[in-house]
């Protein structure tokens, strides 16, 4: 079955310092990975993704994340944290075996991230 | 300006009255999906529609309906509201263009209460 983790719901960090907000994944086919991002009393964001090619995917506001086949893991990064990085972050993914759930799109629980200054 | 709207954007209501929110998209967008969004659970896919007239059920479709007779518009349909209906519901939209790999722009939300 097709799910997604993010093993934890928070994540401080110093400003400055780098962060990961971790994201696991279980599909039957190839996997489609995607970040967004949610700020207080806001849809969410799109940050970036992952479709096939290179394993670090480079994204907005200097964010990046790593696909690891192996370890069926697509961790979110960033070298220095900013405190306006703080935010609700999810991981979702699409399964493109085209089978039963062709076009269903799975979200983790979400991770939030505080920077303090 | 490219967007997805969501009307109204906070709603309180009353068990068993019926109720729509409406989403609409202004970026031609074949794909379009209803979330809600619970504390500790993340987004759950509700109902979601590849094209007009073409819908399917994600993962808690039970007590909604939804509708797709326009490309823009996708309208969430509770019929018989409950309280365990009371949630933060988004509405997202994304080009198919024959792939599934096009990320989501999502509305502002919709809180509803359902008492």
């Known amino acids: 079955a097709q799910s997604v983790a993010q093993p934890e719901d928070q994540v401080n960090v110093a400003e400055g310092n780098p962060l990961t907000v971790k994201c696991t994944y279980s599909?039957?086919?190839?996997?489609?990975l995607f970040w967004y991002v949610q700020y207080p009393n806001r849809g969410l964001q799109f940050l970036l993704k992952?479709?096939?090619?290179?394993?670090l995917v480079k994204g907005s506001y200097g964010f990046e994340a790593e696909f690891n086949k192996s370890q069926t893991s697509f961790h979110l990064k960033k070298p220095s944290a900013l405190v306006s990085d703080s935010a609700l972050y999810f991981c979702?993914?699409?399964?493109?075996?085209?089978?039963?759930?062709?076009?269903?799109?799975?979200f983790g629980r979400g991770t939030q991230l505080t920077v303090w200054p | 300006e490219a967007q997805v709207t969501q009307n109204p954007r906070y709603l309180i209501t009353v068990t068993g009255k019926k109720l729509t929110v409406t989403c609409s998209q202004n970026?031609?967008?074949?794909?379009m999906s209803w979330y809600r969004q619970d504390p500790g659970l993340g987004l759950r896919q509700i109902y979601y529609?590849?094209?007009?007239?073409?819908?399917d059920k994600g993962d808690v479709p039970e007590g909604y309906k939804v509708s797709r007779k326009e490309k823009r518009n996708f309208p969430l349909i509770l019929e018989s509201p409950s309280p365990n209906q009371t949630s933060l519901y988004f509405c997202?939209?994304?080009?198919?263009?024959?792939?599934?790999?096009?990320?989501?722009?999502f509305g502002p939300g919709t809180r509803l209460t359902v008492l």
């Open positions: 997202a939209s994304s080009y198919l263009r024959g792939k599934l790999n096009n990320e989501q722009f």
């Open positions: 599909v039957s086919g190839n996997p489609y």
């Open positions: 992952y479709i096939t090619g290179d394993n």
């Open positions: 979702a993914v699409r399964d493109d075996d085209r089978g039963s759930t062709l076009g269903r799109l799975y």
């Open positions: 970026m031609n967008h074949e794909y």
């Open positions: 529609s590849m094209n007009v007239e073409v819908t």
